[in-house]
């Protein structure tokens, strides 16, 4: 794609860098066939290929962002199927991503979009506030449809309507400290992130990370200092605060680093781990911070990349349960992690089944389905479908995000993918997996 920026213009790191994405584009299309907007709602300006058209003409004219522009930037998910399929290597998440900075600097939403944003990036990366939130949202959930009525009280019900029935106490394990590996062997240190909404919708994720990886021989430390890796806000163009969350978690991991080493940063959100994994990226230009976060993203890993790389006893268990595994968009077209999640559930003796169309996403995309709902209620509906289409006994996939969104309107339970590894290697039995006696490895 050809482009006219200034030499004035290219002097900002920010647009030279969005300049050289830009040319990347050759306009081919080809990513249209696997953006989840554009396949459900048919616009042009819908798809990956469209906004590229609309963030080039804004930032090549160097004009504040218009109501245009900011409505289909708002649909897109951020999903980053667009660069998987993409035969040219265009990086469309760090081109989205600018645009999404310039538009929270130079376009004024209307009041009750302000307010829900704000509100949604005062509360979600704090898990005290969060909590505090949620409790609320119990007393006001049977007002959940009325608010959905009122089109700026939509976001509120949306909110409501995702709020789970009761709130998990907080765990003791999320504390800063060190579990240490059991056995005489220590088979790696490793650092996990608790991180913030996860911590509170299911405590339990984390907890059992813990439980499995010191079974193991490996010992996880939970840093002071870390905690909301910045995703939810960077998505929304806080750029500010987004690097302020990632400056913080550096921080608290070269701690770590410097004190015992690390062989690695665990993560068992795989929306944070695509967001850490560009930590190098978002503080390139900071130079107390580039070196350091550089080396942060190098050692951060989802728990099933981790796992796969170090050398697994055989299971307790033989669980012979069917699994339909939902791949998070932000595992597979993220972190391109898609090989690692099925071949240890199937090492675990699962039956790992594949929905159909699952390089498309269910519709969380962070805030996507509180700011979006009627689409991401769309995606959802179509993600169900095919997953229940394959028969399995159960879900799994390694975001809570997705976990939420997919347990919103699936029959079937819907469990992280660690919560099954750790139940075959002798851990308790996840919560809604069907009674069926597992045959035991030792007999």
């Known amino acids: 794609m050809q482009t006219n920026f200034s030499a004035a213009q290219l002097a900002d790191p920010h647009v030279a860098e969005s300049e050289k994405i830009l040319r990347k584009c050759v306009h081919c299309g080809f990513c249209t066939a696997t953006c989840p907007t554009y396949v459900t709602l048919g616009n042009e300006l819908d798809s990956p290929r469209g906004r590229i058209y609309l963030i080039k003409d804004m930032l090549e004219n160097g004009r504040p962002a218009d109501k245009e522009i900011v409505t289909h930037i708002d649909r897109c998910l951020s999903c980053l199927a667009c660069m998987t399929t993409c035969p040219s290597g265009v990086n469309y998440m760090h081109l989205v991503d600018h645009a999404r900075a310039h538009i929270e600097e130079t376009y004024r939403r209307p009041l009750p979009d302000r307010l829900t944003r704000a509100m949604l990036a005062l509360v979600l990366p704090y898990p005290s506030r969060f909590r505090a939130a949620l409790k609320l949202a119990r007393l006001a959930q049977p007002f959940a449809g009325l608010f959905e009525k009122i089109p700026a009280l939509k976001p509120l019900g949306a909110m409501l309507k995702l709020a789970p029935a009761s709130v998990p106490a907080v765990s003791p394990m999320a504390s800063p400290g060190i579990h240490a590996g059991q056995g005489a062997t220590k088979n790696g240190r490793v650092a996990i992130l608790t991180g913030c909404a996860q911590s509170v919708l299911d405590p339990g994720i984390?907890?059992?990370?813990?439980?499995l990886l010191t079974r193991?021989?490996?010992?996880?430390?939970?840093?002071?200092?870390?905690?909301?890796?910045?995703?939810?806000?960077?998505?929304?163009?806080?750029?500010?605060?987004?690097?302020?969350?990632?400056?913080?978690?550096?921080?608290?991991?070269?701690?770590?680093?410097?004190?015992?080493?690390?062989?690695?940063?665990?993560?068992?959100?795989?929306?944070?781990?695509?967001?850490?994994k560009d930590y190098g990226f978002m503080l390139r230009l900071d130079p107390a911070y580039a070196e350091k976060a550089a080396r942060v993203s190098a050692l951060a890993k989802d728990i099933t990349e981790y796992l796969a790389s170090i050398d697994l006893p055989e299971p307790v268990r033989q669980p012979g349960t069917i699994v339909a595994y939902h791949s998070a968009c932000s595992m597979q077209h993220g972190q391109k992690i898609t090989r690692q999640p099925k071949e240890l559930l199937a090492k675990a003796g699962f039956v790992v089944r594949e929905p159909r169309e699952g390089h498309l996403c269910c519709g969380s995309a962070g805030t996507y389905n509180i700011l979006q709902s009627e689409i991401s209620a769309q995606l959802r509906d179509?993600?169900?479908?095919?997953?229940?289409?394959?028969?399995?006994?159960?879900?799994?996939?390694?975001?809570?995000?997705?976990?939420?969104?997919?347990?919103?309107?699936?029959?079937?339970?819907?469990?992280?993918?660690?919560?099954?590894?750790?139940?075959?290697?002798?851990?308790?039995?996840?919560?809604?997996?069907?009674?069926?006696?597992a045959v035991v490895a030792a007999e």
């Open 382 to 437: 179509r993600k169900v479908r095919n997953i229940e289409a394959t028969g399995a006994e159960i879900v799994a996939t390694g975001n809570i995000g997705c976990i939420t969104q997919i347990a919103s309107a699936a029959k079937l339970p819907v469990v992280h993918t660690i919560k099954l590894l750790d139940w075959a290697y002798g851990g308790p039995k996840p919560d809604g997996v069907p009674d069926k006696r």
């Open 216 to 276: 193991l021989g490996v010992e996880v430390v939970v840093p002071e200092g870390e905690g909301c890796c910045g995703a939810l806000v960077h998505h929304m163009g806080r750029e500010e605060a987004a690097l302020a969350s990632a400056r913080r978690n550096v921080d608290a991991w070269t701690r770590a680093i410097d004190r015992g080493g690390l062989d690695a940063i665990v993560i068992t959100a795989s929306g944070c781990g695509t967001t850490i």
């Open 206 to 211: 984390n907890d059992t990370t813990i439980a």
